[in-house]
């Protein structure tokens, strides 16, 4: 079977090259039975003639003692072109050595001696044959297992590329990640920070407005604030969200702010001295207190208490005649602390109420008539809220407070009033400082050195600071 390139693949094709035509025959003689293509040439020259015609034998068996060129030449030259093929020699005993040369030099497998056998003879180049297909086989081997490793080295390598490539993603990504998140907290640095900013000046604000009214209407000073603190002790008695209690805190701060359209002439009289303008004016003031911080949105709920802080429960209040549960908790909370402080600062002192109330406590069996100091402060201003629930105020509201007054030692906790020439160092104040200009000094909460009391002085000659002054006790 020969290709279409002459090349015979698959035929088992052997050489013989002898000057001597009769062992030549003699030869394929011995091959006939084999199933073997069988050349021969009768030279050197026309064996490499053949093979540079396209023939690839297998095997070459060439005869050492030729004319012109020797079988161990040819055989070189036949490596050259034929590296694959199996080499042998045959030669006559003298020429031995010659043969050995050629084993050496010339890639020859190996000799056989004239005269040969036969089958020995045959079994040699069916040795041949086989060496060679192993041989071959072994390259295949050889080659796939190279191509393998070769394959091996390129995965091995494409995966240190991938790892080198890995790591430096992860890397990246990790230096991402690290920048990201300073960054994510730089901006909640910031936005927290400008929120801070915009709820401090929010509150400010607030403050702001709270020390205005207490400015414009000096007798109430600090009134605003401790109505905030009372307020917002009984909101947190009804687990109201903290935004309403917030609500509520403001609502009360700045209760009374629609007094600042009332002037001190109407402000400074008692209540039974006004006339039924003075009266209207007035009662404008809830009203006029929800306009004032109307234009601020947040300021909205706040707003509404403020409207209805003169409501009573029985529904007689101010403006807008609600009633009971139609009044806002929160209103209904505002009015109790706004009374709280109104009782606590004012009028466990006046001589008029305790007497009310000794007479109530007469008629009612009561035998607390000989209380006196602190203890006789509380019983008043229990008394009082007492006797406004159901009419004035919330009786659940009242039920409340009453509970927080005496848990947090409200009820006691009067401010004491002092002058600017009573001030000492360490002293808290308990409501904003002004002059009679309305400048503000301090505000609440100050505590006092003796070098702010010196200015205060100094500040007092020049500018009035418009007493009372309240310190906390
Ligand atoms: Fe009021």
Redesign the pocket.
Known sequence: MTEPNGEHMTEKTILFVDDEKNILTTLKRVFMEEDYRILTANSGEEALGLIDGGENPTVIVSDQRMPQMTGAEFLAQAKEKLPNSIRMVLTGYADVNAAMDSINLGGVERYIMKPWNDDELRNTVRGAFEIHDLRELNKELDSGLKKKNAELEQQIAENKKLIALTNKQNHELLQFGIKLKQKVQEQTKEISAKSNEIEKSFFDTIMAFSALLDSHATSYKGHGLRVSRIASGIARRFNLDPDEITDIDIGALL??IG?LSIPTTILEKLPENWTTSDKSIYQA??ETGQRIIGFIKRLEKAGSLIRS??ERYDGKGYPDQLNEDNIPLGARIIAVA?ACDNIIQFKVDDPAIRKVFLQDEQTTGGNDNNAEGIELQNKIVIHHLKQGAFSLFDPDVVKEALKYLKDSGEETRREKVVTINNLAAGMVLASHLFTKNGILLLPYKSVLSQEYIDKLKAIHKKDHIVGPIYIRD
Request: no cysteine; proline share 12%.
């Open positions: 209760h009374d007094k003031h809830p802080h003169h706004d």
